[in-house]
């Protein structure tokens, strides 16, 4: 009796164990997954990120050319993003796509005739 309770234990924790092993080497197989796409990611930015540093020296000497100040003009920028972001925080959006208010547009002035 006590050998046959021993027998079925043991399978039991063999089949637990075997179960477990697969699960182990699952996630070992979705870590890995992980880690090469987080290469690529990586990857990805880097580049992202030269191309934006050469755009942006491109657009600061075209604007010099232009006789703009292209400094200036990207500290505006900045300054009215925070603005804008410091208003999402707040819910006060209230401007559209460009950061330009709408006054005038309605919704249903836009879509009077139409159904």
Do not use: C, F, W
Request: charged fraction near 30%; avoid cysteine.
């Amino acid at each position: 009796m006590g050998l046959g309770s021993t027998a079925k234990k043991i399978q039991s924790l063999s089949d637990r164990a075997e179960a477990m092993y697969k699960q182990v080497q699952q996630l070992q197989q979705r870590i890995i997954g992980l880690e090469e796409e987080m290469d690529e990611t990586h990857k990805t930015v880097t580049r992202l990120d030269h191309q934006l540093t050469e755009q942006r020296a491109l657009l600061l000497a075209m604007a010099e050319e232009q006789g703009l100040d292209g400094e200036k003009i990207l500290a505006e920028a900045a300054i009215d993003e925070a603005e804008l972001e410091d208003a999402e925080a707040d819910g006060e959006v209230t401007a559209s796509t460009d950061g330009e208010a709408n006054p005038g547009t309605d919704a249903k002035a836009d879509n009077t005739g139409a159904k």
